[in-house]
């Protein structure tokens, strides 16, 4: 695979360090991703954009989905997950997930998460929408995710691995045969490294999370601007599904015009008995589906929108008044919260609700080993497309394919890593020398070992633009005007950063100097807000050309033109590369079958523990999943 000739517009590295892994996020993917590393005796840095919790795993509250209540089978969670995928999962990596799955989360429960438990020490289990069992295990109540996240950064910071915090990832480096060596990367003036650096390493794994802020309105942190998806793109990774952004139903509605992150509120209530209703009070998704508000998110989501738009609303309703304020308070605090912090009470009113985004079912394309298509680059979590959810992710899924595919990228990166069995590996070649001229971006070709031109930044500004462009143009509901509108809005974005980019490099040789505040407004000044936005711009355009590209309904994609499914020409999947001139271009699969990344390479099985590993193993005669 050949580099596209990209890059972002960066000082070269002032620094370096040098590892066996480095691992870009720190959620529950690439925290239990390092800390498998870390047990294989791999030199391990972690990468992370904020502070090591601070990432969109500590936001997840429902739980994490798993074959762990008696009578519940793996069997039972991939039939419910093929369903929800609405024909596009590949069978194989959901067999995967769910398989290993149970297993996968008693270790996380050994690394010290503690999850709900009854009187007697069972897990407590809910259901969500698309589950036909109670089989999410919940933490806190309703804080699921901020219990795991504090278990694996305290097991991060046992286990003393070296982090590298607030520090956004630009580029990947690649050596003279195009293998992963590492990552460019700028620390935003805070620990021991600061402005651009490098880490150089042979094996890299994406585990930045979503690409939420791309709309105005989403239920992800401010740090979710899509970075790993355009990092991929830049170095020439395949991506695949990105149309298919899921839209929660039932986020907490703030006003017309509200943008960023939003309250979430958890389909575990709808779970535990909360109905959807109307301003009259009327439950208008009994009918719509045999599990009413516990559908598959898509389908609530679009009956949402369509009561919406019939009665003219801004929003439904989510009724759990009949909870009483005692299960409220002990089942659902950081909700309660959240509502009163706003000024309603789910005791004694319905909270008023709309789906906003939420969460990326497609991403970097992988094999079962979280493989992508540039040698020595791995994607795991919500960055990457598995196969798992195919287009439209079953609730829980989440955390959960974050754990399984960590494990199964350690054992593949221990397996063929001579630093795994003792020997440290060395420096790629296009690192070995010292200083910054040895580090070259991984879109660099063998005839520019220096790089090309590098991609005009986006003035910080344009952030809200596209972010309305995207809500206007691509969100729940789309068409091929719509799309069409979007797709000619964001080119203008780009055109307009190419111009001023022109003029700025035609009156000054000189690279600015980087900034890290605001209102810079200059595409051609680097900095994280400039960096983050070309991110965004990126991912958005890329995302407008699948969706406009993909003419009909499925899942979490919504073409009020196209309003029915079309398994005959659709019943397959999207896979989208970047060309040296930025333009993305899209390839149809022959089938649903989820492309491999490499035709010849077998799924290496259940994912081996090592024996040094902090997250304690089950001991060998204990009772397996059924």
Same mark, same amino acid.
């Given at each position: 695979m050949t580099g596209t000739g990209i890059r972002l517009t960066a000082p070269a590295p002032g620094w370096a360090i040098d590892a066996d892994v480095v691992v870009v996020g720190s959620g529950v993917a690439g925290l239990t991703a390092a800390l498998r590393c870390t047990a294989a005796g791999l030199r391990t840095v972690v990468v992370t954009k904020a502070r090591l919790d601070d990432g969109s795993t500590r936001w997840a509250q429902g739980g994490i989905a798993a074959a762990l209540g008696e009578g519940d089978t793996p069997e039972q969670h991939l039939a419910d997950t093929l369903v929800a995928g609405a024909?596009?999962?590949?069978?194989?990596?959901?067999?995967?997930?769910?398989?290993?799955?149970?297993?996968?989360?008693?270790?996380?429960?050994?690394?010290?998460?503690?999850?709900?438990?009854?009187?007697?020490?069972?897990?407590?289990?809910?259901?969500?929408?698309?589950?036909? $069992?109670?089989?999410i295990a919940h933490a806190g109540g309703d804080a699921t995710g901020a219990e795991i996240s504090r278990a694996l950064v305290e097991a991060v910071r046992d286990a003393a691995l070296r982090t590298v915090e607030n520090a956004l990832v630009l580029d990947l480096l690649t050596d003279e045969d195009g293998h992963t060596s590492g990552v460019t990367l700028h620390v935003m003036g805070e620990g021991q490294h600061d402005g651009v650096g490098a880490v150089r390493a042979p094996a890299v794994i994406l585990a930045t999370g979503g690409m939420g802020q791309v709309f105005s309105a989403t239920t992800n942190p401010a740090v979710s601007t899509g970075d790993?998806?355009?990092?991929?793109?830049?170095?020439?990774?395949?991506?695949?599904?990105?149309?298919?952004?899921?839209?929660?139903?039932?986020?907490?509605?703030?006003?017309?015009?509200?943008?960023?992150?939003?309250?979430?509120?958890?389909?575990?209530?709808?779970?535990?008995?909360?109905?959807?209703?109307?301003?009259?009070?009327?439950?208008?998704?009994?009918?719509?589906?045999?599990?009413?508000?516990?559908?598959?998110?898509?389908?609530?989501?679009?009956?949402?929108?369509?009561?919406?738009?019939?009665?003219?609303?801004?929003?439904?309703?989510?009724?759990? $008044?009949?909870?009483?304020?005692?299960?409220?308070?002990? $089942?659902?605090?950081?909700?309660?919260?959240?509502?009163?912090?706003h000024g309603i009470d789910p005791v004694t009113e319905p909270v008023p609700v709309a789906p906003a985004a939420h969460y990326a079912s497609g991403g970097v394309r992988t094999d079962l080993r979280g493989r992508t298509t540039v040698p020595g680059l791995y994607a795991c979590g919500e960055v990457a497309c598995t196969g798992v959810h195919g287009a439209n992710r079953l609730a829980s899924n989440s955390?959960?394919?974050?754990?399984?595919?960590?494990?199964?990228?350690?054992?593949?990166?221990?397996?063929?890593?001579?630093?795994?069995?003792?020997?440290?590996?060395?420096?790629?070649?296009?690192?070995?020398?010292?200083?910054?001229?040895?580090? $070259?971006?991984?879109?660099?070709?063998?005839?520019?070992?220096?790089?090309?031109?590098?991609?005009?930044?986006?003035?910080?500004?344009?952030?809200?633009?596209?972010?309305?462009?995207?809500?206007?143009?691509?969100?729940?509901?789309?068409?091929?005007?719509?799309?069409?509108?979007?797709?000619?809005?964001?080119?203008?974005?780009?055109?307009?950063?190419?111009?001023?980019?022109?003029?700025?490099?035609?009156?000054?040789?000189?690279?600015?100097?980087?900034?890290?505040?605001?209102?810079?407004?200059?595409?051609a000044v680097p900095g994280v807000e400039s960096w983050e936005t070309s991110n965004l711009l990126c991912v958005a355009r890329v995302l407008v050309a699948a969706a406009l590209e993909r003419e009909e309904t499925r899942g979490c994609h919504w073409r009020e033109d196209r309003p029915e499914r079309d398994d005959t020409d659709w019943a397959r999947h999207l896979v989208i590369s970047l060309t040296p001139d930025r333009r993305p271009v899209l390839r149809r699969t022959a089938t649903a079958a989820f492309p491999p990344v490499d035709p010849g390479s077998a799924d290496p099985g259940p994912v081996p523990l090592a024996v040094s590993s902090p997250v304690t193993p089950p001991p060998a005669d204990a009772p397996r999943e059924p």
């Open positions: 024909g596009l999962c590949d069978e194989e990596a959901v067999r995967a997930l769910v398989t290993e799955g149970p297993a996968a989360v008693r270790r996380l429960i050994g690394t010290g998460a503690h999850f709900d438990t009854s009187a007697t020490g069972e897990l407590q289990l809910t259901r969500e929408g698309g589950h036909h $069992r109670r089989r790993g998806v355009a990092l991929a793109l830049r170095a020439g990774a395949e991506v695949s599904d990105l149309e298919f952004v899921q839209f929660h139903p039932t986020v907490l509605f703030l006003g017309t015009g509200a943008e960023g992150q939003q309250p979430l509120v958890s389909e575990a209530v709808r779970g535990e008995g909360a109905h959807l209703v109307d301003a009259d009070g009327v439950r208008f998704m009994l009918g719509q589906h045999e599990l009413a508000e516990l559908a598959p998110r898509d389908i609530v989501a679009k009956a949402i929108m369509r009561r919406m738009l019939e009665q003219g609303a801004e929003h439904m309703y989510l009724d759990a $008044r009949h909870f009483g304020a005692t299960m409220w308070e002990t $089942r659902f605090p950081t909700i309660l919260a959240a509502c009163r912090a955390l959960l394919e974050g754990l399984v595919f960590a494990e199964r990228i350690a054992a593949d990166i221990a397996a063929n890593s001579p630093a795994g069995s003792g020997e440290r590996t060395a420096v790629p070649r296009a690192a070995a020398a010292s200083g910054p001229a040895a580090l $070259r971006p991984a879109s660099a070709g063998p005839a520019e070992p220096a790089g090309t031109v590098p991609l005009p930044l986006i003035a910080p500004e344009a952030r809200a633009v596209i972010q309305r462009i995207m809500s206007e143009g691509a969100g729940v509901l789309r068409s091929a005007r719509s799309l069409s509108t979007a797709a000619a809005a964001l080119e203008t974005v780009y055109e307009q950063a190419q111009e001023q980019d022109q003029e700025a490099r035609s009156q000054s040789q000189t690279l600015p100097r980087v900034q890290d505040g605001p209102g810079h407004g200059k595409a």
